[in-house]
């Protein structure tokens, strides 16, 4: 893939290129600002960008508005977010807008090269990739809600799963169940939550998303 990266730190600028050069991907670019990073986008239409939320000069969500603008530019391009935080606002902003081609990782998670690598292809691929704890964060915040308080505790660690970007065959690995009864989780939770219209992989995870967002 042809990938363009965005993080004003030197060292893992530095360090995310030679890594991805190594994995065979080409990196046309590799910036420090926003505005760079939409400029680059523009000049050489990579696939993917991965991008830190927080970049100069404010160090705020400089990346994050960079980021949902090329979305709304190029909607082709892939979009992998990096923060050093589960930053709630940016989180569910970026997810709630298309999570076809979106994924959201801590850095943490950046140390965890096949972790990482994994995400990146993921997204690269027109799928999802959100970090474990940010799902987790996320549902934390509506756990007295209905009608995610109707969910089982089994219905709940699916709901997570799936909010990662994982199909079924990968969360019945996951948690160690056949996949058939995973699909009965899958199928029981959507009827819980009004989403039982909801079908295809993408769209799943756009409606659990935008749920977790109300």
């Known amino acids: 893939m042809r990938v363009i990266l965005a993080e ?29 990073l939409i400029e680059a986008v523009e ?26 603008e090329i979305r709304k530019r190029r909607p082709s391009v892939k979009v992998l977010v990096l923060s050093q935080y589960v930053e709630k606002r940016y989180a569910t902003e970026l997810m ?39 799902v987790r964060q996320l549902l934390a915040r509506t756990t007295q809600q209905d009608p995610l308080s109707r969910l089982t505790a089994r219905e709940r660690e699916v709901l997570e799963l799936m909010a ?3 199909t079924n065959a990968s969360i019945g690995q996951a948690l160690h169940v056949s996949q058939s009864a995973v699909e009965k989780h899958v199928n029981s939770l959507f009827d819980k939550l009004d989403l039982s219209h909801i079908t295809g992989y993408s769209r799943r995870v756009l409606a659990v998303l935008h749920f977790l967002e109300s």
């Open 164 to 166: 990662q970007g994982l």
């Open 96 to 134: 709630s807008s298309d999570v076809e081609g979106v994924g959201y990782l801590l850095k943490d998670r950046v140390g965890q090269v096949g972790d990482f690598l994994d995400a990146l292809e993921r997204v690269g691929a027109g799928g999802a990739a959100f970090d474990p704890e940010v």
């Open 8 to 36: 004003d730190s030197t060292l893992l600028r530095e360090g995310l290129v030679r890594l991805l050069l190594e994995e065979g991907h080409e990196v046309p670019a590799a910036v420090s600002d926003g505005e760079a």
């Open 43 to 68: 000049q050489h239409e990579p696939d993917i960008v991965v991008v830190d939320v927080r970049m100069p000069p404010t160090h705020t969500d400089e990346g994050l508005r960079a980021a949902l």
